[in-house]
């Protein structure tokens, strides 16, 4: 939901990925534990979509989805539509048609209910902020101009795969053709770079409960301060052991 007093816009946006059925998380998305504690059980993301209606009613929500697998086509997008909601679908363009992924035709399907289709890179780098310019401007433009190929109009929504963001990855964006970039900074602040905007969202991850997004959706303090907790934890951790960092993040999440 985006919300404003004055001059100064927010946004509130979640960040989700796949959800799959009965904890089969390899149908859908990347493959890997990395991967799957990204990922919802069907009926664990139900009771989330509830919880996120009944704490902010009628008002706009900003779902956002990254990576391209097919649960989007397969199951995400209908329940979006039950409850009158649309999605942003972000997806990794070298891996369209893949098994676990969207082709095209399934693009076009969600293009054409109402959903909003953007690029998350062409490959998915593992740090998109490390890259070579040349190599992120290519990352950009080539997943902006397939998909445009595929729904046949332009696409200037993006999200930053991994999380590595920094300002010279929204300067590439922008220089391509992006004018909404998503980071994974529990942020509800818009930025401007260049004209290019860039929102930061509220990551909802396997094992959360309902009330983790429904706080997030409807602005609540201590769900946002939780979570910005957890992300300083995760930038920090990002240079010591990835299980330093996993157990640090089950500390966290089990004080919800």
Known sequence: MIVGRGERLK???????????????????FPGPGADRYKLDRLEFVRHLR????????????????????SAHERIAGMLEEFGWRGHFFVTTDWIGRPGFLNTLQIQELDRHGHTVGSHSATHPV???????????????DSRAQ???IVGHPVECGSVPGGYYSRKVAQA????????LFTSEPTARIQMVDSCQV????????????????????????????????WKTKQTAKVLSGGLYLRAREAILRKA
Request: no cysteine; glycine share 12%; proline share 4%.
């Open 147 to 149: 998909l445009e190929n």
């Open 199 to 230: 929102l930061g969202r509220y990551v909802v991850l396997q094992g959360m409960g309902p009330e983790w997004s429904a706080g997030f959706a409807s602005g609540r303090t201590l769900p946002r301060l939780r979570q910005a907790l957890l």
């Open 173 to 180: 964006a922008e220089q391509s053709g992006i004018r909404t």
């Open 11 to 29: 946004a509130l946006a979640l960040m989700y990925h796949d959800v799959v059925e009965n904890g089969n998380f390899a149908a859908s998305g």
């Open 51 to 70: 919880a996120i209606k009944e704490a902010v009613g009628n008002q706009p929500v900003l779902l956002t989805f990254d990576d391209g697998g097919v």
């Open 127 to 141: 740090r998109m902020s490390q890259i070579p310019w040349d190599q992120m401007l290519s990352e950009w433009r």
